[in-house]
T-cell receptor
Framework: GAVVSQHPSRVICKSGTSVKIECRSL??????MFWYRQFPKQSLMLMATSNEGSKATYEQGVEKDKFLINHASLTLSTLTVTSAHPEDSSFYIC??????????????FGDGTRLSIL | GQQLNQSPQSMFIQEGEDVSMNCTSS?????WLWYKQDPGEGPVLLIALYKAGELTSNGRLTAQFGITRKDSFLNISASIPSDVGIYFCAGQRRGGYQKVTFGIGTKLQVIP
């Protein structure tokens, strides 16, 4: 149980392109999802918290107009990297926290999206 | 953002040996989590700990939630080659958006 599907797994595109990444909880509902960025040989850095039906909460230093988050349903959150540039190249990972069971459920992660901007 | 103090950062061990890694924090967490990440993939939850002093096993893995709620350790017994990967500890607080704070990771390499 607790499967999170992230798509696509890899994107290579030209500078200036906008890229959308999807995160789906397949067998549970998630009021809250999280988006992380991971640089090589480093830990996961939280970018933003995605809340179903309301605006995302961004961490300090993360541009909300650059990284658009939409959490339209209890099983889907999307991250759009707008007008991506080479410095946006990274490994992006989403996670989802099951809702409605208790207030202390662990997050379950997707398999990540490797974004490469040429 | 804040990170937990996780050690060691890397280790080479012989297949069959036991492994221990730990995490400490200056602040209290309600939940301690241990994840494993393979290259190019997302972290996979190994063990979740919810109460101070709790000791939980998952196969060859054992983890404990420190009594002060500021630390946790993970032990792997009789290591095998597929244990290779990066292990992350994570602390979670109750309430609010329940953000998770991650350790820097322990890279484990097993020599057959």
């Amino acid at each position: 149980g607790a499967v999170v599907s992230q798509h696509p797994s890899r994107v290579i595109c030209k500078s200036g392109t906008s890229v959308k990444i999807e995160c789906r909880s397949l067998d549970f509902q998630a009021t809250t999802m999280f988006w992380y960025r991971q640089f090589p040989k480093q830990s996961l850095m939280l970018m933003a918290t995605s809340n179903e039906g309301s605006k995302a909460t961004y961490e300090q230093g993360v541009e909300k107009d650059k990284f658009l988050i939409n959490h339209a349903s209890l099983t889907l959150s999307t991250l759009t990297v707008t007008s991506a540039h080479p410095e946006d190249s990274s490994f992006y990972i989403c996670s989802a926290q099951p809702s409605g069971v208790s207030d202390n459920q662990p997050q379950h992660f997707g398999d990540g999206t490797r974004l490469s901007i040429l | 953002g804040q990170q937990l103090n996780q050690s060691p950062q890397s280790m080479f061990i012989q297949e069959g040996e036991d492994v221990s890694m730990n995490c400490t924090s200056s602040s209290i967490f309600n939940t301690w989590l241990w994840y494993k990440q393979d290259p190019g993939e997302g972290p996979v939850l190994l063990i979740a700990l919810y109460k101070a002093g709790e000791l939980t096993s998952n196969g060859r893995l054992t983890a404990q939630f420190g009594i002060t709620r500021k630390d946790s350790f993970l032990n792997i017994s009789a290591s095998i080659p597929s244990d290779v990967g990066i292990y992350f500890c994570a602390g979670q607080r109750r309430g609010g958006y329940q953000k998770v704070t991650f350790g820097i990771g322990t890279k484990l390499q097993v020599i057959p």
